[in-house]
């Protein structure tokens, strides 16, 4: 019984020090990696605090749904927003706008759209709860807008000269870069 | 985390020496025994060495004493280097002094005589190191040649363990029931290997398991040192592993998802995590390489400390093969290598 007692110790050690002398055997790769992924707002060359569409281009067939976000780029805390988007009306029509995540608090944004002949304007508002009375600060989605594809081209997304964000203070903010997109229909 | 780190590295250290030492501690106080190589008075020093070894491995056999392997005992040569003649070891001071050198509890020393043409004397002493005692003398008579002697030397081997010699071998000079010594040639003529040097032996060994090679020669401390070292590189291996395998795991879960994601936001956040987890393997791999480089030299030093520490055999030393022995004339240390 000792001795078989001796023996499970024995093997037990010789495992154990088995394990490390296989360790000291070998080490092992080392982290290689490239950070290049094109939606990664710090490979997009945009100054922040920045607008940009995201997809920037996207292409799709006739007749077909596609979305488009309104991206802000390390914006800061805001309370409201006013975006003056431009697309060829002709190429494309506006299904609907879904707010983002950036407006979204305790309570869902508030918005307005007003699509008149190739100019889209969005109003978002932060509707103020217990927490905060504007939004939190960061990179985020502000909106979503659906179009849907009415004839064949290229047609260009633009943030028009009205577009401006306001602070709880309803004060301006800057935006550095304003950022533009591609729809191509094929 | 570094404290915590170096208290389990530290149990787990004591924890293996601490198995050693309960476990030398039983050896120290039981029933090692060595067993000298008898003296030939009139006979051929291989059948000399042949019986002696036959006796050693039956004594073995009956898993009375602990007996010390040949290649240990012949180590005496390095505290007593007279050529050929330590067996005429045969008071009781010198058998006690060469029994406290070998660390053993027991030393048989004896010698065998051919008193006629086919009559034989074998003689031997049984010592007891911890009581510093001749506890008991032996003397047996064969009227046979090798085979009867080899008889005999069993039916000693009996008596030094204190067990009654069974009935095959009280026969006397009826052989058929036990192995003769030509039986015994012939089988291992098919089965045995070259004999590997001591040397050689211990050097395999602690190449195997770090220290071990230096244990088995009786230099247990250095050789609990390399084993210990070896082990707390190991554990250190061991930790830094666990921590570079997390890293790891984190690196690749991370850029995986930083590859494939779409959104801005998420993959904003994924690329300082992605640079983080990178920096941390890159770290505890550079660790395990340092460990690695340390280790393998103290490896290697452990080999050739071993080999250097490890007795010379007598048909080894400088007759064939290679060996490494200091020269007294010249003042160095030779290599000496022969075929």
């Known amino acids: 019984m000792l001795t078989s007692y001796n023996s499970i110790l024995t093997f037990n050690k010789i495992k154990l020090f088995g394990l490390c002398f296989i360790l000291l055997a070998f080490s092992c790769e080392d982290a290689d990696y490239d950070l290049d992924n094109p939606y990664d707002p710090t490979n997009m060359d945009l100054d922040p605090p920045a607008l940009f569409f995201h997809p920037p281009e996207v292409s799709t067939n006739l007749g077909e749904s596609i979305s488009v976000e309104v991206y802000g780029l390390k914006l800061d805390s805001s309370a409201g927003a006013h975006f003056d988007i431009r697309y060829d009306w002709g190429s494309v029509t506006v299904d609907s706008v879904v707010p983002g995540p950036f407006f979204t608090g305790l309570n869902d944004p508030m918005e307005i759209i007003v699509d008149e002949q190739g100019i889209l304007d969005v109003f978002i508002y932060f509707l103020p709860d217990v927490n905060s009375d504007q939004s939190q600060s960061g990179t985020w989605s502000i909106a979503t807008v659906y179009f849907s594809t009415i004839s064949r081209g290229e047609s260009e997304l633009?943030?028009?000269?009205?577009?401006?964000?306001?602070?709880?203070?309803?004060?301006r903010l800057t935006i550095n870069e304003y950022g533009s997109g591609y729809i191509n229909v094929e | 985390m570094l404290v915590i780190r170096g208290i389990i590295i530290l149990?787990?250290?004591?924890?293996?020496?601490?198995?050693?030492?309960?476990?030398?501690?039983?050896?120290?106080?039981g029933n090692q025994l060595a067993v000298l190589e008898f003296e030939g008075w009139s006979i051929s020093e291989p059948l000399t060495k042949f019986l002696t070894e036959e006796f050693r491995e039956t004594i073995r056999e009956l898993e009375i004493f602990q007996v010390q392997d040949q290649g240990l005992t012949n180590e005496i040569n390095i505290f007593y280097p007279r050529k050929k003649n330590y067996w005429a070891c045969w008071s009781e001071d010198c058998a006690i002094d060469l029994g406290k050198r070998l660390k053993v509890n027991y030393v048989i020393a004896g010698n065998i005589q051919k008193k006629d043409l086919d009559e034989f004397l074998i003689s031997g002493r049984l010592f007891s190191i911890d009581m510093e005692t001749l506890i008991d003398e032996f003397t047996m008579n064969s009227s046979g040649i090798t085979d009867s002697l080899l008889l005999e030397m069993k039916k000693m081997a009996y008596n030094v363990s204190g067990l009654p010699v069974p009935d095959t071998l009280s026969v006397g000079t009826d052989t058929s029931e036990v192995a003769i010594t030509g039986d015994i040639k012939r089988k291992r003529?098919?089965?045995?290997?070259?004999?590997?040097?001591?040397?050689?032996?211990?050097?395999?060994?602690?190449?195997?398991?770090?220290?071990?090679?230096?244990?088995?020669?009786?230099?247990?401390?250095?050789?609990?040192?390399?084993?210990?070292?070896?082990?707390?590189?190991?554990?250190?291996?061991?930790?830094?592993?666990?921590?570079y395998n997390k890293a790891w795991g984190g690196f690749e879960e991370n850029y995986s998802s930083y590859q494939n994601g779409t959104d801005p936001h998420i993959l904003e956040e994924l690329r300082p995590k992605v640079i983080q987890y990178a920096q941390e393997s890159r770290r505890y791999n550079s660790f395990m390489k340092s460990i690695r480089g340390v280790a393998a030299s103290i490896w290697i030093v452990n080999m050739v400390h071993a080999y250097l520490v490890a007795p010379s055999d007598d048909y080894f030393d400088g007759e064939y093969f290679f060996d490494l022995e200091y020269n007294p004339n010249v003042n160095q240390l030779q290599f000496n290598f022969n075929f």
């Not at chain 2, 149990?11 to 106080?29: G, I, P, Q």
């Not at chain 2, 247990?220 to 061991?238: D, I, Q, R, S, V």
């Open chain 1, 158 to 171: 633009l943030f028009g000269p009205n577009t401006t964000i306001r602070d709880a203070n309803n004060e």
């Open chain 2, 11 to 29: 149990h787990l250290v004591s924890f293996c020496l601490a198995t050693e030492t309960t476990r030398s501690v039983s050896m120290k106080t």
């Open chain 2, 189 to 243: 003529q098919w089965f045995k290997l070259p004999p590997i040097p001591t040397k050689i032996k211990a050097l395999m060994m602690s190449t195997a398991i770090p220290g071990s090679g230096q244990i088995w020669v009786q230099r247990k401390y250095p050789g609990y040192g390399f084993l210990g070292t070896e082990a707390t590189l190991g554990m250190a291996a061991l930790i830094s592993y666990y921590n």
